[in-house]
């Protein structure tokens, strides 16, 4: 109780340079989801890290030109994004070229044309260290709790938010204008080429967008944690959708969402929560580290709660196709005791069917259970006796059982020790249909090669 009311008193100091950093640090995350979605797609992820160290001789260079204009002018901007496109034209360039030398692969032209460009920034930021104003630390690791307080060309924006606007605007209107150009190179560059699409300068159009973004990133989260930004929501999106459309509005949405509770935990929860187990004098920390905190969550959850791919999704489906296969395994030996003409005591049966199937005492339990309940069996006189659902569904059990038992008898000429635990497993993942088509295929046999009789189908 007392770390909540720490909670909300932190939030009550909200004021409006919180509401700055939030639109400044949600506008960048949502430019960041639009590359980023074709990154993930061309698993390029790591291109937005190269770039991110080619930019730097355009950066450089552009705040060397920033520095000549009046304070505040709103050409720094233009001439900052323009120096990151400039950088990452001039990289996109250089790769193509080395690549073309068939001597050098792809991953080595990447590192050799970044880590070169990233040296000469270095170098540059060196050089003229006494002429431009531009803190390494900022541009690595973000400083978005400075950046909303210098504002834009006498106005009240923050310049911070004015560049995040505009890098989010220049993303939505390429994605607009070359949809169509940087879906299909993304997913089959042959076919694109076939069809008149430039592959490669849809690439250097990608990495352009990229180094704009991660440039327009610097000062909320730095180059380090922007590549969070780009990789991460649509990583998460990607777990979540097929759908393109849809996978770049999650993306935006996951990192608007990211944005926003990221500022708000790292100024109310974080301080509060260490002050609870001892650590004092720590009353916020820095928001663009939590933005990517909150990202890397939304991702976990992804990966556990994803309908496709989570885990606990996946673990349900095996679960639920473990207790089907032993649905099934009891109707086929209860079909083949009737067969048999023989009934035997539920704990017999239970005994038979594990011995039989290796199914677990538990799990038969549990399957007899939901077996009585859709009606497919009843229980009479200390024993199980299948209702006509039941016999219906052991008989097709056993249909497929000896079908395929006599399949890989006559067409694969398999020894015969080698028929019924291959027939054992595949008699749960044939369909009807295949049914039809084994019986076909082997002339409608009316037994197995054990003499057994292979019941109708219906």
Request: glycine content about 8%; some cysteine.
């Amino acid at each position: 109780m007392e770390l909540l009311t720490q909670i909300l008193q932190a939030l009550s100091t909200w004021c409006l340079i919180d509401t700055w950093m939030v639109v400044m640090a949600a506008l960048v995350a949502m430019a960041c989801a639009i590359p980023g979605s074709f990154l993930v797609l061309r698993r390029q992820s790591l291109l937005a890290d190269g770039v991110s160290h080619a930019a730097l001789p355009g950066v450089v260079v552009a705040f060397l030109l920033s520095g000549l204009l009046p304070a505040g002018s709103g050409w720094s901007v233009v001439i900052l994004l323009a120096g990151a496109a400039v950088s990452g034209i001039l990289a996109s360039i250089l790769i193509e070229q080395l690549q073309r030398l068939r001597t050098i692969h792809a991953d080595t032209a990447l590192g050799i044309v970044f880590t070169t460009l990233f040296a000469v920034g270095l170098l540059l930021l060196r050089t003229l260290a006494d002429r431009i104003h531009l803190d390494p630390a900022c541009i690595v690791f973000g400083n978005l709790e400075v950046a909303v307080v210098e504002t834009f060309a006498g106005t009240s924006l923050p310049i911070g938010v004015v560049v995040a606007l505009v890098t989010l605007v220049l993303n939505l209107t390429c994605l607009w204008l070359f949809y169509k150009e940087l879906l299909i190179s993304t997913f089959d560059t042959v076919f694109a080429e076939s069809i008149g699409i430039a592959a490669s300068r849809v690439q250097l159009l990608l990495a352009v967008l990229v180094a704009v973004t991660i440039v327009g990133a610097f000062q909320t989260v730095g180059s380090l944690l922007v590549l969070g930004m780009l990789v991460i929501p649509p990583a998460t999106a990607r777990l979540l959708t097929y759908h393109f459309p849809s996978m770049i509005l999650l993306s935006m949405g996951i990192g608007l969402f990211s944005a926003v509770m990221g500022h708000v935990l790292a100024i109310s929860l974080v301080g509060p929560l260490l002050a609870s187990i001892g650590v004092d004098g720590i009353e916020a920390v820095s928001t663009s580290g939590m933005m990517v905190l909150v990202a890397s969550g939304c991702l976990l959850l992804a990966l556990l709660l994803s309908p496709e791919y989570g885990a606990l999704s996946r673990l349900g489906q095996q679960m639920r196709t473990q207790m089907r296969i032993a649905e099934e395994d009891l109707l086929a030996v209860l079909y083949r005791l009737e067969e048999a003409g023989r009934q035997v005591s539920t704990k017999d049966l239970a005994s038979l069917v594990a011995e039989s199937t290796g199914q677990p005492a538990w799990r038969i339990w549990a399957a007899s259970r939901q077996l009585i309940r859709r009606g497919a069996m009843s229980y009479e006189d200390q024993h199980y006796v299948l209702t006509e659902i039941g016999r219906q569904g052991g008989r097709q059990i056993v249909r497929a059982h000896r079908l395929w038992e006599t399949f890989l008898a006559q067409r694969l000429g398999l020894r015969p020790e080698q028929w019924h635990d291959n027939a054992s497993r595949a008699e749960h993942y044939i369909s009807s249909e295949l049914r039809h088509e084994l019986s076909n295929d082997l002339m409608r046999p009316d037994q197995d090669p054990q003499g057994r009789q292979i019941p109708p189908e219906s």
